[in-house]
């Protein structure tokens, strides 16, 4: 995609309520082209006032609503949501299965005819989750003793976890979703597998200077764009800087710089 450096930002909006996300959309809309409104604001029934807000400054919307339902129930509220002009993006979660997947693009492209839309973007694994959780759910395996003796399984993990986020990619692919949310740690080998076209959104982006918190799967910002990541999902490295960076403003500003400078090193 043939995106400027700072419409690959994606501000979120998480626990700010109405008035700051209004507030952080003014004072962040020249370094970030979009701006997430999450479950606190949809629960507050805020988001579209937000999202409405952002397409006004010309930004976009990411709905990020995480729809997960029977494929009726889906393909309602996908429709719904692609009558929003304000809404550009939003998400379902591919582990609602096929069905799902199709009602969200049948609704959306119902309501659209051929029309601008919205992207739809399956969530594939959530990037707050390790193995521990991923096995204690029943998706993973458990490590054999050759793989524990490797590294403390640390290799085994990282590509059982790829593999399951890739199967997940490209069934959301075949579904006929726009694209797919994952962790930095899978973006080369989805661009592989589904192609140039397809979006690939990404959280789980931390500058060096910021702390991981609760994100297991990592990146920088720059090492993601030069891995193949459309979009990055930014919340509190920008909107709580440590100490030492000072504002939002300046902390948004370090991030599009890494960006521009990893988009730059590629096209040379």
């Known amino acids: ?88 993006m939003f998400n379902v979660h591919c582990f609602g299965g096929s069905n799902m997947m199709r009602a969200a693009r049948q609704a959306v492209d119902e309501v ?37 003796g490797q590294d403390n399984g640390k290799s085994a993990i990282e590509v059982m976890i790829g593999g399951l986020v890739l199967r997940l990619a490209v069934l959301a692919k075949n579904c006929g979703l726009d694209g797919v949310i994952a962790s930095p740690k899978e973006i080369r080998s989805i661009r592989q597998a589904c192609g140039s076209d397809f979006l690939i959104v990404t959280p789980g982006v931390r500058p060096e200077w910021a702390a991981a918190n609760d994100q297991k799967r990592v990146m920088t910002p720059g090492e993601a764009i030069a891995a193949g990541a459309d979009y990055l999902v930014i919340g509190r490295p920008i909107l709580k800087p440590p100490p030492e960076i000072g504002s939002r403003v300046k902390a948004a500003q370090l991030i599009l710089d890494e960006i521009a400078e990893a988009m730059s090193t590629m096209q040379s």
């Not at 370094?31 to 952002?54: C, E, H, P, S």
């Not at 919205?118 to 759910?137: E, K, N, R």
């Open 112 to 148: 659209c005819l051929g029309g601008s839309a919205p992207s739809i973007l399956g969530v594939t694994i959530l990037t707050s989750f390790d193995y521990a959780q991923l096995f204690q759910m029943g998706l993973l395996p458990p490590l054999t003793e050759k793989q524990r």
């Open 1 to 88: 995609m043939n995106l400027k450096p700072h419409e690959r930002i994606i501000v979120a909006l998480d626990g700010l309520g109405l008035d700051g996300s209004l507030d952080t959309i003014d004072e962040l809309t020249p370094y970030a082209g979009v701006f997430k409104v999450g479950f606190d604001l949809i629960t507050r029934q805020k988001a579209d006032i937000v999202a409405a807000y952002a397409a006004g400054k010309d930004a976009k919307a990411f709905w990020d609503s995480k729809l997960f339902d029977i494929p009726n129930t889906v393909g309602d509220a996908a429709a719904t949501l692609a009558a929003m002009p304000s809404v550009g």
